[in-house]
Structures are given as C-alpha cells and as structure tokens.
C-alpha cells in the first residue's frame, strides 16, 4: 500500500470502533483459532520468539498475553547509565527541547503542554530539556520499563486521537503525539521530575500500569488525573507498563547538562537497557 493510500485510510476509517473491537477480539481465548493467529503474526512480522520465556505460541490463551510476553531478562542487561532506554524500539527522534517545541518529523512540532494534557506548571519544568521519541514496531517487546529510578507523582489521561504512530504518519499528520489518545506519568528522580508519556494508537486495545492496571479499559470520557504520595519508588529497568498492542513512548526530562548519546540517530533500532545518556 502506498504512503497517500495508508494516510487517507487513516483519515476515513473509524479508528475508535476498530481499536476496540480488536481490543476485546484481543483479549479472548480462541483456542486453535487464537495459537494460529499468533503464529501467522511471529511469521509476518518476524518475532524472534527465541527471547520469549515461554517460546511456544500455544502458551498464550489470548493474543494480548502473546503481545505482552516475557523476555529472558538476561538477553537485557542494563548499562551502567544515568538514563537507559526503556524500551525495545527505534528512535522516532530525541534531542533538546527547543523551549518548549517538541520536535516530531519534517519540520512539524508540539508543545510540552500540548504532550501532557495542557498542565502549564508540570510542562515548564521541562523547558529545554531533552527529549526522546521511541516507536515500538508490532514485533518488539511491548513492555515498558524505568529509563532510571523514579516515584510516582501523577498520571494523566488524555484523550484523543487514534492514528497510527509509524514512521509515515509521524511525518505526515500535525501534532501526532499530542492529539493521540495518551497516558502521561510524572515521576520524581534523583535529577528532578521526568515524565513517560504512554501514546496510543490505532488497535492498541489499552495501556496498563504496574499500579494502576488498564487505564483506558474502558475509556474516561475525559481528562482524568491520579496524584500519588510518591511511596511507589521504581527502580532502574523495574516494569513499569504494557502496551496491548504496539506504540511509542515519550520521555521528558528538565535541563541539564547532560545530552544523548551521540551514536544515536532517528529511525536507529535500540534495545531496552542501552545507554540513553
């Protein structure tokens, strides 16, 4: 399918309807039917199910336990790194946040604000701080964990949009990460406040939390906000998060002397656990 044919299918199509038909299609158990829907998936997209705890697709009951499935912990050792990538993906973009503009794709931005659900306060602390953009592709590894220690503060859910969040609608649709249906969480650390934006998609049946559960299953029909006492301390490469079904995750973090990696470029393949900073 062409690039324009995708985009206008992206346009028309009832994303919501579709999203969350194969939500709940997602998540029964179909017997034979469900382990040759998952085998068909591992072989269209290429999942190496040799990382998997439990390698073989008659395992999972449901696709959604087959999406979220464990890796061998050992194949992710964490870089001794003051901030680690928490997620198998490819780099959408990262870089310094231009005030308060978010580089997205071809020229096209959005503001911190805008990201996290329209909080001025919350989104001035991140005033020319970093940024990183990381895309999870249908075969990766769909659970999300700590790029470094923090304690929940707050998490905000703002809905929205559901586009898919690939390469091609990153550079063709305006905003796309701050009109997508997404899961904002504010953590303290030990260098200030971070947030791990979680951004929905077309099909991503919901997004979880370790404390929380899913938080869009079923959805608010608004902005909605949990504040937190900061009792809940994760650590560095702890799980923090799924998704069901793949999308991206946006980091932010405030100013600091610190800057990324040089190695690391838009659209280069990065692992859970590799040095950030």
């Known amino acids: 399918m062409s690039d324009q044919l995708f985009l ?7 994303k919501r309807l579709l999203t969350e038909m194969l939500g709940k299609l997602a998540n029964t158990q179909g017997g034979g039917l469900t382990t040759s829907f998952i085998k068909y998936f591992i072989k269209r997209y290429g999942v190496d199910m040799t990382e998997a705890v ?9 696709f959604n336990a087959f999406f979220t499935r464990e890796i061998k912990s050992e194949l992710r050792p964490l870089a001794e790194a003051e901030l680690i990538s928490p997620v198998d993906g490819a780099i959408s973009q990262l870089g310094k946040i231009n005030k308060d503009q978010i580089y997205q794709a071809k020229g096209k931005s959005f503001t911190t604000s805008a990201l996290i659900g329209g909080d001025p306060v919350l989104a001035e602390q991140f005033t ?6 990381l895309y999870l592709s249908p075969k990766d590894y769909h659970r999300i964990h700590m790029p470094c220690d923090g304690r929940l503060r ?5 809905p929205g949009d559901l586009y898919s969040v690939n390469p091609v609608t990153a550079r063709a649709i305006d905003k796309l990460f701050a009109r997508n249906e997404r899961v904002v969480c504010v953590f303290e650390g030990e260098q200030g ?5 979680l951004v929905g998609a077309t099909v991503v049946g919901s997004m ?3 404390w929380h559960g899913a938080v869009n299953s079923p959805r608010p029909s608004g902005l909605q906000t949990w504040s937190y006492n900061g009792d809940l301390l994760l650590k560095q490469g702890d799980e923090m998060g799924q998704f069901l079904l793949g999308s991206t995750v946006v980091l932010l973090f405030p100013e600091t002397e610190s800057s990324f990696l040089s190695h690391w470029k ?7 656990g590799q040095a950030l900073v």
């Open 154 to 158: 707050k998490m905000i859910y703002v």
């Open 128 to 133: 020319d701080g970093l940024f990183a953009t």
């Open 54 to 62: 439990q390698a073989d697709p008659a395992f999972y009951k449901t």
């Open 193 to 197: 406040p971070f947030v791990m934006v």
């Open 266 to 272: 838009a659209e280069a393949p990065i692992k859970l």
């Open 208 to 210: 979880k939390t370790v």
């Open 8 to 14: 206008f299918f992206q346009r028309v199509m009832p």
